[in-house]
């Protein structure tokens, strides 16, 4: 699973969810592709305008993949993403830790 937090800009948040909400252009696009699996999209209760998302994949390939396949809409989409907020970053790559 691959986990980005985001700034959402003042006024800007119905914007947000347009975009990154469960009915929203990123999980429309995620649902054409092989390997997706599922987004979920929180909202940090303590910090205005911050939000997070979880978006699930079979694995890192399926995930590779669909970049390689959808390079042209990924990118027109992060370029609407970047008038929106004022700060987005990857925080990392995830995966189960099972029976650590």
Same mark, same amino acid.
């Given at each position: ?13 119905? $914007? ?38 979880? $978006? ?18 990924? $990118?027109?989409? $992060? ?22």
């Amino acid at each position: 699973m691959y986990i980005w937090a985001y700034e959402v800009l003042p006024g800007r948040v119905d $914007d947000f969810y347009e975009l990154y909400g469960p009915k929203g252009s990123w999980v429309a696009l995620f649902r054409q592709a092989p390997g997706y699996l599922a987004t979920e999209l929180l909202l940090d209760r303590a910090q205005a305008g911050r939000f997070v998302t979880i $978006d699930r994949w079979e694995s890192s390939v399926a995930f590779t993949s669909f970049r390689d396949e959808f390079a042209e809409e990924f $990118d027109r989409l $992060d370029r609407l993403g970047e008038h929106l907020t004022s700060h987005e970053v990857l925080l990392g790559e995830f995966g189960s830790a099972g029976q650590h």
